[in-house]
C-alpha cells in the first residue's frame, strides 16, 4: 500500500475521534497523535542505528507514523476551525396551516400524483420539511413557494423516522396548498434550468419510462427516474448505474480524451480536467458528484499523465484532502461507497478482467469480461458498507450487472444524440424526426431497463437480512476482500505491474491478429476497417429498426386497453387502422406517460380523440403532461370546471395550445375507426358549470359510452353513481362483453339492475392497490361475479387490453406492478434501514386522501373547498352547447360573455358512415 493509503487511514481514525468533541477534546488528541508522532520518530532513528533499516520493524513504524499524522491533520483542522454548527430551529414545531413560504431543496420521483420534495422554510429559518405536495405546479429545486398545512414532528417508532432524523429533516407536511413565488436569478437557478432543459430535449426524443432513465444518467435528475423502475434497480444492486458517480465521469473523460487523442499529453489533461469540472457544474455540483469527480480525476490523470502505478497513491492524497477539508464525511454513507468502489476498481478491477478473459481472447469475450470485471470490483469493495447500512443484499446482481454495464458507455452517447434531436424538435424539427434520431438510445435503455425488470423478476432477486445477518454477512465479505488481495498480491508479485484504467476504458488485450485480420485480405479486411464497423453498426441498427417497426405496426384489431395508473382511469380505445381515443388520465403524470409510452410506437406519439369523464383529480391530473407530449386532435368534456391543480393545469395548457374542445351529452355519437361510440350520459341542461359538492356532484356528471365494433359491445361508465343508473336503463342498456366498472367498483356504484341488464361477460375495475377510499367493494365484485362476469382488477392484475375484433373476445393482462418484486427476509426480526423503507410501487404511498379525487376515504369526510369564483383573466369558460333539440350534430358555442383569451368553437361534423349524424375520427387525424 502507498504512504497516502496509510495516511488516510489515519484521516479516518482521525475523523472518527473528534467526532462530537469539543475543542479541548481535539486538542487532546492533537496532543496524543504528536506524542505518538514524536515516539514514531524516535523509533526510527533508533532502528537506523541498529542497522536494521530494512527489516520489518522498520516498515511497521513508518505505517505507524503515517497513521498517527493523519490523525494529527484532521485533529490540527478541527482545532483551526472548529466544526460550525447547524442553524437552530424551534424547539417546537410553529402551530397553524400556514401558508409556509419556503425554498425546495431537492425533490424525489412524484408518488401517487403527489410530488415529494424537502423544503426549508424561511419563517421560521432553517426548517426542513419533508413535504408531499400536490402534483400541480410543477416544482424544481431552488423554487421559492408558499405551502399550506399543518406541520407535524417526523414518526420516532419507524426507520422512516430514523432516516430523516438523520438527514436533518425536523418536520413532514401534507400541503393542501402549493404555490410558486416569482424566480430570482442566480447562477444555480440558471444551471437547474439548463438542465431541465436537456431533460425535456430528452424527453422529447425518447418514450418513458426510458427518457427518465436516460435523464438520471446523462443528467443526474434522480427525480426523472420512474419509481417503479428506480425499486427495481435497487433490487438488482444496480443503483449505480442511476447514480451520477466516479463512472459516469470516467465514461465522459475517457470520451473526450480518446476524441483529442493527438493532442498533446499535457494539454489533454487539462481538457480532460476541465470537461469533468463542466460536466460537474451541468449535473449539479452536490458534495456527492463533487467528491465522486476527485476520484475519477486523480485516478484520469494518473493514467493520462503515463503515471498509472500512481493511481494508488492519487486516490490516497484525494481521501485525505476530503476528510481533513470536512471530517464530518467519515458518516457519509455516500463517501464511503464512492471511496471503496474506486479503491476497489484500482486494486482488483484489472486483475479480475485478466482472469476472466483468459489468454488471448476474442473481442467479445475481452469487452464481457472488462465489463464483469470492473462491475464485481466496485460491487465487492462496497458490499460490507451496503450491507451493514442498507440490510439488503441482492443475490442476482453479478448476472444482471453483466448485462446493463456494458450497455451504459454507448446508451450515454446515444442518449447525447438523442438529447440533440430533442433540441432541434424544440427549435421547430417535426417531433418524428426527433423520434428517430432517439431510437438507438430508446432501444439501448430498453435492453437495460428489460434486463433490470427481469432480474428484479427472480424469486429471491433481493433478501433482507435481519440481525445479526447484516453484521455476518458484512464481516464475511470484508475476510473474503482481504484473502483475495493478498492472494492476488502473491500472485503478481514478480510480475510487471499492470496499467490501472478507470471503469468505463476500453480493455487492451494483446493477441496475436489472425490472417484474416491482415490487411489486404479482401472482404474479412474490409469488415474490420472502419467503415466496415460503420456499415454493419448501420446494418444492425436499420435491422432493429424494422423490427421495432414490425411490432408496433397496428395488427387491424380493435381494442380497449385499461391502463394501470392507480387510483383513477386511464382508457385508451384503438380502432384496427390505428385511431386512438383516451378517456381520462389517471392521477399520476408519469405514470401516465409510462403507460402509454410502453403500448404505442415512439414516432407516432398521436391523441386522436381525448375525452375527460369529470374533472376528478384522479382522472385529469395525467392529462395536462400528455398535452406537452402528444399531438391531440381534440377534447371533449361535460362542461364543468374542477377544482383541482390538475384540472387548472389541463385548462391553461388547452388555453394555450389552441386545441379544440367541447362538451358531449347524450345522444352524441363519434366513431373511431370500426368503432361506434354513443353518449349515454350526461343529458343536454344537466351539467352545471361549478360542482355542487366535491364528490357525487362531480362523479355523476361523468359522460358514459356505448361503443360497438365488430358485433361486440362496451359500456364506458366513467364514475356515475347509483342515483344515474335508472337514467341508464332508460335509455335501453343491451347486454355487453365488457364493462368498465363505474367510480372504481365503489359500493354505491353498479347496481344490481345495472348489472342484470348489460350482464358483462368481463368488467374490469380500476383501482389502487391499497387505497383508502376501500375501493373495489367486495359487494360490487359479488354482484358483477354472480351476473358471470370474469373481473379483473387492475390493481391486481395491472394493464388489462381487450381485444375485439371479429369472432372471440380475447383478454390479457400485464400483471400488478411491484416496487421490490422479488425478495426474502433472513430471519424474524426487522432491520431498521438507513434509506427510507420501500413501498410497493402500486401501494397507495400518498396521502390519506385528497379532496379532489372521487370519493371520500373510509376513516372519514374530507373538507372540499367551495367552487371559487372563475377569474376571467386566467380560465376561460369551456365550450358549452345549449340544447335545442335538432340532433347531436349541432355547433358548440360559448353561452357566457367571450372570454379574453376564447376557445375555438366546435363546428358541425360531417356524419359518420352508415348515415348516421356524429363523429368520426381515425389515424388521418392531425398529427404533428
Same mark, same amino acid.
Given at each position: 500500500?502507498?504512504?497516502?493509503?496509510?495516511?488516510?487511514?489515519?484521516?479516518?481514525?482521525?475523523?472518527?475521534?473528534? /467526532?462530537? @468533541?469539543?475543542?479541548?477534546?481535539?486538542?487532546?488528541?492533537?496532543?496524543?497523535?504528536?506524542? *505518538?508522532?514524536?515516539?514514531?520518530?524516535?523509533?526510527? &532513528?533508533?532502528?537506523?542505528?541498529?542497522?536494521?533499516?530494512?527489516?520489518?520493524?522498520?516498515?511497521?513504524?513508518?505505517?505507524?507514523?503515517?497513521?498517527?499524522? #493523519?490523525?494529527?491533520?484532521?485533529?490540527?483542522?478541527?482545532?483551526?476551525?472548529?466544526?460550525?454548527?447547524?442553524?437552530?430551529?424551534?424547539?417546537?414545531?410553529?402551530?397553524?396551516?400556514?401558508?409556509?413560504?419556503?425554498?425546495?431543496?431537492?425533490?424525489?420521483?412524484?408518488?401517487?400524483?403527489?410530488?415529494?420534495?424537502?423544503?426549508?422554510?424561511?419563517?421560521?429559518?432553517?426548517?426542513?420539511?419533508?413535504?408531499?405536495?400536490?402534483?400541480?405546479?410543477?416544482?424544481?429545486?431552488?423554487?421559492?413557494?408558499?405551502?399550506? *398545512?399543518?406541520?407535524?414532528?417526523?414518526?420516532?417508532?419507524?426507520?422512516?423516522?430514523?432516516?430523516?432524523?438523520?438527514?436533518?429533516?425536523?418536520?413532514?407536511?401534507?400541503?393542501?396548498?402549493?404555490?410558486?413565488?416569482?424566480?430570482?436569478?442566480?447562477?444555480?437557478?440558471?444551471?437547474?434550468?439548463?438542465?431541465?432543459?436537456?431533460?425535456?430535449?430528452?424527453?422529447?426524443?425518447?418514450?418513458?419510462?426510458?427518457?427518465?432513465?436516460?435523464?438520471?444518467?446523462?443528467? !443526474?435528475?434522480?427525480?426523472?427516474?420512474?419509481?417503479?423502475?428506480?425499486?427495481?434497480?435497487?433490487?438488482?444492486?444496480?443503483?449505480?448505474?442511476?447514480?451520477?458517480?466516479?463512472?459516469?465521469? +470516467?465514461?465522459?473523460?475517457?470520451?473526450?480524451?480518446?476524441?483529442?487523442?493527438?493532442?498533446?499529453?499535457?494539454?489533454?489533461?487539462?481538457?480532460?480536467?476541465?470537461?469533468?469540472?463542466?460536466?460537474?457544474?451541468?449535473?449539479?455540483?452536490?458534495?456527492?458528484?463533487?467528491?465522486?469527480?476527485?476520484?475519477? !480525476?486523480?485516478?484520469?490523470?494518473?493514467?493520462?499523465?503515463?503515471?498509472?502505478?500512481?493511481?494508488?497513491?492519487?486516490?490516497?492524497?484525494?481521501?485525505?484532502?476530503?476528510?481533513?477539508?470536512?471530517?464530518?464525511?467519515?458518516?457519509?454513507?455516500?463517501?464511503?461507497?464512492?471511496?471503496?468502489?474506486?479503491?476497489?476498481?484500482?486494486?482488483?478491477?484489472?486483475?479480475?478482467?485478466?482472469?476472466?478473459?483468459?489468454? +488471448?481472447?476474442?473481442?467479445?469475450?475481452?469487452?464481457?469480461?472488462?465489463?464483469?470485471?470492473?462491475?464485481?470490483?466496485?460491487?465487492?469493495?462496497?458490499?460490507?458498507?451496503?450491507?451493514?447500512?442498507?440490510?439488503?443484499?441482492?443475490?442476482?446482481?453479478?448476472?444482471?450487472?453483466?448485462?446493463?454495464?456494458?450497455?451504459?458507455?454507448?446508451?450515454?452517447? +446515444?442518449?447525447?444524440?438523442?438529447? =440533440?434531436?430533442?433540441?432541434?424538435?424544440?427549435?421547430?424539427?417535426?417531433?418524428?424526426?426527433?423520434?428517430?434520431?432517439?431510437?438507438?438510445?430508446?432501444?439501448?435503455?430498453?435492453?437495460?431497463?428489460?434486463?433490470?425488470?427481469?432480474?428484479?423478476?427472480?424469486?429471491?432477486?433481493?433478501?433482507?437480512?435481519?440481525?445479526?445477518?447484516?453484521?455476518?454477512?458484512?464481516?464475511?465479505?470484508?475476510?473474503?476482500?482481504?484473502?483475495?488481495?493478498?492472494?492476488?498480491?502473491?500472485?503478481?508479485?514478480?510480475?510487471?505491474?499492470?496499467?490501472?484504467?478507470?471503469?468505463?476504458?476500453?480493455?487492451?488485450?494483446?493477441?496475436?491478429?489472425?490472417?484474416?485480420?491482415?490487411?489486404?485480405?479482401?472482404?474479412?479486411?474490409?469488415?474490420?476497417?472502419?467503415?466496415?464497423?460503420?456499415?454493419?453498426?448501420?446494418?444492425?441498427?436499420?435491422?432493429?429498426?424494422?423490427?421495432?417497426?414490425?411490432?408496433?405496426?397496428?395488427?387491424?384489431?380493435?381494442?380497449?386497453?385499461?391502463?394501470?395508473?392507480?387510483?383513477?382511469?386511464?382508457?385508451?380505445?384503438?380502432?384496427?387502422?390505428?385511431?386512438?381515443?383516451?378517456?381520462?388520465?389517471?392521477?399520476?403524470?408519469?405514470?401516465?406517460?409510462?403507460?402509454?409510452?410502453?403500448?404505442?410506437?415512439?414516432?407516432?406519439?398521436?391523441?386522436?380523440?381525448?375525452?375527460?369523464?369529470?374533472?376528478?383529480?384522479?382522472?385529469?391530473?395525467?392529462?395536462?403532461?400528455?398535452?406537452?407530449?402528444?399531438?391531440?386532435? &381534440?377534447?371533449?368534456?361535460?362542461?364543468?370546471?374542477?377544482? =383541482?391543480?390538475?384540472?387548472?393545469?389541463?385548462?391553461?395548457?388547452?388555453?394555450?395550445?389552441?386545441?379544440?374542445?367541447?362538451?358531449?351529452?347524450?345522444?352524441?355519437?363519434?366513431?373511431?375507426?370500426?368503432?361506434?361510440?354513443?353518449?349515454?350520459?350526461?343529458?343536454?341542461?344537466?351539467?352545471?358549470?361549478?360542482?355542487?359538492? #366535491?364528490?357525487?356532484?362531480?362523479?355523476?356528471?361523468?359522460?358514459?359510452?356505448?361503443?360497438?365494433?365488430?358485433?361486440?359491445?362496451? $359500456?364506458?361508465?366513467?364514475?356515475?353513481?347509483?342515483?344515474?343508473?335508472?337514467?341508464?336503463?332508460?335509455?335501453?342498456?343491451?347486454?355487453?362483453?365488457?364493462?368498465?366498472?363505474?367510480?372504481?367498483?365503489?359500493?354505491?356504484?353498479?347496481?344490481?339492475?345495472?348489472?342484470?341488464?348489460?350482464?358483462?361477460?368481463?368488467?374490469?375495475?380500476?383501482?389502487?392497490?391499497?387505497?383508502?377510499? =376501500?375501493?373495489?367493494?367486495?359487494?360490487?365484485?359479488?354482484?358483477?361475479?354472480?351476473?358471470?362476469?370474469?373481473?379483473?382488477?387492475?390493481?391486481?392484475?395491472?394493464?388489462?387490453?381487450?381485444?375485439?375484433?371479429?369472432?372471440?373476445?380475447?383478454?390479457?393482462?400485464?400483471?400488478?406492478?411491484?416496487?421490490?418484486?422479488?425478495?426474502?427476509?433472513?430471519?424474524?426480526?426487522?432491520?431498521?434501514?438507513?434509506?427510507?423503507?420501500?413501498?410497493?410501487?402500486?401501494?397507495?404511498?400518498?396521502?390519506?386522501?385528497?379532496?379532489?379525487?372521487?370519493?371520500?376515504?373510509?376513516?372519514?369526510?374530507?373538507?372540499?373547498?367551495?367552487?371559487?369564483?372563475?377569474?376571467?383573466?386566467?380560465?376561460?369558460?369551456?365550450?358549452? @352547447?345549449?340544447?335545442?333539440?335538432?340532433?347531436?350534430?349541432?355547433?358548440?358555442?360559448?353561452?357566457?360573455?367571450?372570454?379574453?383569451?376564447?376557445?375555438?368553437? $366546435?363546428?358541425?361534423?360531417?356524419? +359518420?358512415?352508415?348515415?348516421?349524424?356524429? /363523429?368520426?375520427?381515425?389515424?388521418?387525424?392531425?398529427?404533428?
Amino acid at each position: 500500500m502507498p504512504g497516502s493509503g496509510w495516511i488516510v487511514i489515519g484521516t479516518v481514525l482521525g475523523a472518527i475521534l473528534v /467526532r462530537d @468533541r469539543s475543542v479541548g477534546g481535539i486538542v487532546v488528541v492533537a496532543l496524543g497523535a504528536g506524542s *505518538g508522532l514524536l515516539a514514531g520518530a524516535a523509533s526510527i &532513528q533508533w532502528v537506523r542505528r541498529s542497522g536494521r533499516s530494512r527489516g520489518r520493524a522498520a516498515a511497521v513504524v513508518r505505517w505507524l507514523i503515517l497513521v498517527v499524522l #493523519g490523525v494529527l491533520l484532521v485533529a490540527g483542522r478541527s482545532i483551526a476551525i472548529p466544526r460550525s454548527e447547524a442553524p437552530a430551529v424551534a424547539a417546537e414545531l410553529p402551530a397553524g396551516r400556514g401558508p409556509w413560504p419556503a425554498t425546495v431543496i431537492t425533490i424525489s420521483p412524484p408518488r401517487a400524483g403527489q410530488q415529494l420534495a424537502v423544503i426549508e422554510l424561511t419563517d421560521p429559518a432553517g426548517l426542513r420539511v419533508a413535504s408531499t405536495l400536490p402534483g400541480f405546479p410543477i416544482i424544481v429545486p431552488g423554487d421559492r413557494v408558499t405551502v399550506s *398545512g399543518a406541520l407535524r414532528a417526523p414518526p420516532s417508532d419507524d426507520p422512516y423516522g430514523a432516516y430523516l432524523a438523520r438527514i436533518g429533516i425536523t418536520a413532514t407536511i401534507r400541503a393542501s396548498g402549493l404555490s410558486v413565488l416569482p424566480e430570482e436569478g442566480s447562477l444555480a437557478r440558471s444551471l437547474e434550468a439548463l438542465r431541465r432543459g436537456a431533460d425535456q430535449a430528452l424527453r422529447r426524443a425518447i418514450p418513458e419510462p426510458q427518457a427518465g432513465l436516460a435523464s438520471g444518467i446523462l443528467i !443526474g435528475l434522480r427525480d426523472r427516474v420512474d419509481r417503479d423502475l428506480s425499486a427495481a434497480f435497487t433490487t438488482v444492486g444496480a443503483t449505480h448505474v442511476v447514480a451520477i458517480s466516479g463512472w459516469n465521469i +470516467a465514461i465522459v473523460a475517457t470520451t473526450l480524451a480518446a476524441v483529442a487523442g493527438r493532442v498533446a499529453r499535457r494539454r489533454r489533461v487539462a481538457l480532460t480536467a476541465l470537461a469533468i469540472v463542466a460536466y460537474v457544474a451541468f449535473v449539479g455540483p452536490s458534495p456527492s458528484v463533487v467528491r465522486a469527480a476527485a476520484m475519477a !480525476g486523480v485516478v484520469m490523470g494518473a493514467r493520462e499523465l503515463g503515471r498509472p502505478s500512481r493511481a494508488a497513491a492519487a486516490i490516497g492524497w484525494a481521501g485525505t484532502g476530503l476528510l481533513v477539508l470536512d471530517p464530518s464525511l467519515v458518516d457519509d454513507v455516500g463517501f464511503q461507497l464512492s471511496a471503496l468502489a474506486t479503491v476497489g476498481l484500482i486494486a482488483w478491477a484489472t486483475p479480475f478482467t485478466e482472469r476472466l478473459a483468459g489468454k +488471448a481472447p476474442g473481442r467479445l469475450r475481452a469487452w464481457l469480461a472488462e465489463s464483469l470485471g470492473v462491475s464485481l470490483a466496485a460491487q465487492l469493495a462496497t458490499l460490507p458498507i451496503v450491507v451493514l447500512t442498507f440490510g439488503r443484499l441482492s443475490l442476482v446482481s453479478p448476472v444482471v450487472n453483466l448485462g446493463v454495464v456494458p450497455l451504459v458507455a454507448p446508451a450515454m452517447g +446515444a442518449g447525447v444524440v438523442a438529447m =440533440g434531436g430533442g433540441l432541434l424538435a424544440m427549435a421547430g424539427l417535426p417531433a418524428i424526426a426527433a423520434s428517430l434520431i432517439g431510437l438507438p438510445a430508446w432501444l439501448l435503455f430498453s435492453l437495460m431497463v428489460g434486463v433490470v425488470r427481469a432480474g428484479a423478476g427472480v424469486p429471491f432477486a433481493s433478501v433482507q437480512l435481519a440481525d445479526p445477518w447484516p453484521v455476518v454477512v458484512a464481516a464475511a465479505a470484508a475476510m473474503a476482500m482481504i484473502a483475495a488481495t493478498i492472494r492476488l498480491n502473491a500472485e503478481s508479485s514478480d510480475a510487471r505491474p499492470a496499467e490501472v484504467k478507470p471503469p468505463g476504458a476500453p480493455a487492451t488485450h494483446s493477441t496475436r491478429p489472425s490472417p484474416g485480420r491482415q490487411r489486404g485480405n479482401g472482404p474479412v479486411s474490409w469488415w474490420r476497417s472502419r467503415a466496415g464497423r460503420l456499415a454493419a453498426a448501420c446494418l444492425a441498427g436499420s435491422v432493429a429498426g424494422l423490427a421495432v417497426a414490425v411490432v408496433h405496426q397496428p395488427d387491424g384489431t380493435p381494442r380497449v386497453v385499461v391502463l394501470d395508473v392507480g387510483q383513477g382511469d386511464a382508457i385508451l380505445v384503438e380502432g384496427g387502422h390505428g385511431g386512438r381515443l383516451l378517456i381520462d388520465g389517471g392521477p399520476d403524470p408519469g405514470r401516465l406517460l409510462v403507460a402509454l409510452d410502453e403500448h404505442l410506437p415512439p414516432w407516432d406519439r398521436r391523441i386522436d380523440v381525448m375525452i375527460l369523464s369529470h374533472p376528478h383529480e384522479d382522472h385529469a391530473a395525467g392529462l395536462a403532461a400528455l398535452i406537452d407530449r402528444y399531438a391531440v386532435g &381534440q377534447v371533449y368534456e361535460p362542461g364543468m370546471f374542477g377544482p =383541482g391543480p390538475g384540472y387548472q393545469a389541463l385548462n391553461a395548457e388547452l388555453t394555450r395550445l389552441g386545441i379544440r374542445r367541447g362538451t358531449l351529452a347524450t345522444g352524441d355519437r363519434l366513431r373511431i375507426d370500426e368503432f361506434a361510440f354513443r353518449v349515454m350520459w350526461p343529458d343536454p341542461g344537466s351539467v352545471p358549470e361549478r360542482p355542487t359538492d #366535491g364528490g357525487t356532484g362531480i362523479n355523476n356528471v361523468s359522460i358514459v359510452l356505448l361503443g360497438e365494433v365488430d358485433g361486440h359491445r362496451v $359500456l364506458l361508465a366513467g364514475d356515475v353513481e347509483e342515483q344515474i343508473d335508472p337514467h341508464l336503463l332508460a335509455e335501453g342498456l343491451p347486454t355487453v362483453d365488457l364493462l368498465k366498472v363505474a367510480h372504481h367498483g365503489s359500493r354505491t356504484s353498479s347496481t344490481e339492475a345495472l348489472v342484470a341488464a348489460v350482464r358483462p361477460s368481463f368488467a374490469v375495475i380500476s383501482a389502487g392497490r391499497g387505497n383508502p377510499y =376501500g375501493h373495489p367493494a367486495p359487494a360490487t365484485v359479488a354482484r358483477l361475479t354472480a351476473a358471470g362476469a370474469r373481473v379483473l382488477r387492475t390493481d391486481e392484475d395491472g394493464t388489462v387490453t381487450v381485444d375485439l375484433g371479429i369472432g372471440r373476445v380475447r383478454v390479457r393482462s400485464t400483471g400488478a406492478r411491484t416496487a421490490v418484486s422479488s425478495g426474502a427476509v433472513l430471519a424474524s426480526a426487522p432491520v431498521p434501514s438507513s434509506a427510507p423503507p420501500a413501498t410497493g410501487a402500486g401501494a397507495w404511498a400518498g396521502p390519506a386522501a385528497s379532496p379532489f379525487f372521487c370519493a371520500l376515504p373510509l376513516s372519514g369526510p374530507v373538507a372540499v373547498p367551495p367552487p371559487a369564483s372563475p377569474s376571467p383573466a386566467s380560465e376561460p369558460a369551456i365550450a358549452t @352547447r345549449p340544447w335545442t333539440g335538432v340532433g347531436p350534430a349541432l355547433r358548440y358555442d360559448a353561452v357566457d360573455a367571450p372570454p379574453p383569451i376564447p376557445l375555438r368553437p $366546435l363546428a358541425a361534423l360531417p356524419a +359518420a358512415a352508415g348515415g348516421e349524424p356524429g /363523429r368520426r375520427f381515425g389515424s388521418s387525424a392531425r398529427r404533428r
